[in-house]
């Protein structure tokens, strides 16, 4: 099938995969806190950076590798940690980091995925990134590094914009509860969905499985406040270097938004920054990561990754022309998996680069990198940016 003749962009993909994914599921998976601002802002702010296109070039031969902080990847995005995985469709942490190997890109795991690490290391190829909510228990955090390190994972993150847990209300109002109960109402959802449905009950519901190593089965907690939260803790600059010293890989800190973070974060050994308001999921009056990245950027010689509100290739031209030097996508991954199943995934990263493609054509540069300094903000309008009172 040309599945760019029918889904060509990532929304064709998500409109699919709400159709084939549980209500209660896609709630989980699309909504973000309060009343989504900072979803629609992600979006908006994005919207509003301009290129000028550059004409006479002729052709032009595009190079989309790229190396961070040390690593070669065939492309410049990867697949951020997303929680519950597998949730979204079955064995999600597999299929997305085989279909990772395969595009040379990163796959990052949660630590409140559905397989542990070493259930998703043999589908990887040194491309493998884990993702840390802090444990405060100082054995526990000890051994998961050391698990993480032994399944083949060579990059850490400290997720640190999850300090406590986020109301995200449509998910609460969808009866969503972590591990997942199902409910009559929720197994009339399920029944409508049957590929879902199937996929699941071959492998069994999905549950938090290096959590369940740590913490035993835990039921009856709200859809926010999963297993994960008996474990963890608010970690402060100590933690950190405690995490810094421990790793022997590279480490970055993922959920940084204040350009003033950036030198401590420097000085404390941290290999890389990465903006995020956690697509809008955390805290609903969060600035645009694409808004602050100018300044983070004159604030380090680190390298920067960006996430939240990339909707396709321009989005991360858009991120690179300001200073990124990676971005990542976390729903787009699994809108592309429920969409298509095991093809989801290799469409998408091809999706993603066609569209970068075309569009360096259009600015005349083979690189991304080769934007920088090309883009500017759309000329205020009554609509953006917002006026504050006083």
């Known amino acids: 099938m040309d599945y760019h003749a029918k889904y060509p962009a990532i929304s064709d993909l998500k409109a699919r995969a ?19 601002a900072t979803l629609r802002r ?18 032009i031969a595009t190079d989309l590798s790229t190396t961070l902080c040390g690593q070669s990847y065939q492309l410049p995005f990867g697949i951020s940690p997303v929680g519950m995985s597998g949730l979204m469709w079955p064995d999600a942490e597999r299929k997305l980091a085989a ?10 795991i949660s630590t409140v995925a559905t397989r542990t690490p070493e259930e998703v290391a043999p589908h990887l190829n040194g491309n493998g990134w884990f993702q840390m909510y ?20 060579t990059t850490l993150i400290l997720t640190v914009d999850v300090p406590v847990p986020s109301r995200r ?25 049957p590929v879902w449905a199937m996929g ?80 809008g999921r955390q805290f609903d009056a969060s600035p645009a990561p694409i808004e602050v990245l100018p300044a983070m ?28 030097d990676f971005v990542m996508l976390g729903r787009a991954w ?29 600015l005349g540069v083979s690189r991304p990198v080769d934007l920088r300094g090309q883009a500017r903000w759309a000329p205020p309008t009554s609509a953006w940016p917002p006026r504050l009172p006083g």
């Open 18 to 36: 709400r159709r084939r994914i549980p209500k209660f599921v896609w709630e989980y998976l699309d909504s973000a806190t309060g009343t989504e």
């Open 99 to 108: 279909a990772a190997t395969g595009a040379g890109i990163p796959y990052s």
């Open 334 to 362: 699994h809108y592309a998996l429920a969409a298509l199943g095991e093809d989801g995934p290799a469409h998408l990263a091809d999706l993603l680069r066609k569209d970068m493609e075309s569009n360096l054509g259009q």
């Open 169 to 193: 209300e449509r998910q609460v109002r969808s009866g969503l509860t972590t591990p997942p109960r199902l409910t009559p109402r929720l197994l009339a959802q399920v029944a409508m969905r």
């Open 200 to 279: 699941t009950a071959k492998l069994g519901m999905p549950r938090m499985r290096l959590i369940d190593d740590y913490a035993g089965q835990l039921t009856g907690l709200s859809s926010t406040q999963h297993a994960g939260y008996l474990l963890r803790t608010s970690p402060d600059w100590d933690y950190l270097r405690w995490l810094r010293d421990a790793w022997e890989g590279a480490f970055f800190v993922k959920g940084v938004l204040n350009p003033d973070d950036a030198a401590p974060l420097e000085k404390a050994g941290v290999d890389a920054i990465w903006l995020s308001n956690h697509a």
């Open 134 to 153: 802090p444990p405060r228990d100082e054995g526990i955090r000890t051994n998961m590094l050391k698990r993480a390190r032994d399944a083949g994972f």
């Open 297 to 324: 950027r004159d604030a380090t010689s680190l390298p920067l990754i960006l996430d939240s509100g990339i909707e396709g290739g321009l989005d991360i031209l858009r991120a690179i022309a300001l200073g990124a």
């Open 42 to 59: 992600n979006r908006a702010a994005l919207d509003h950076l301009l290129f000028t296109p550059s004409i006479l070039h002729g052709e």
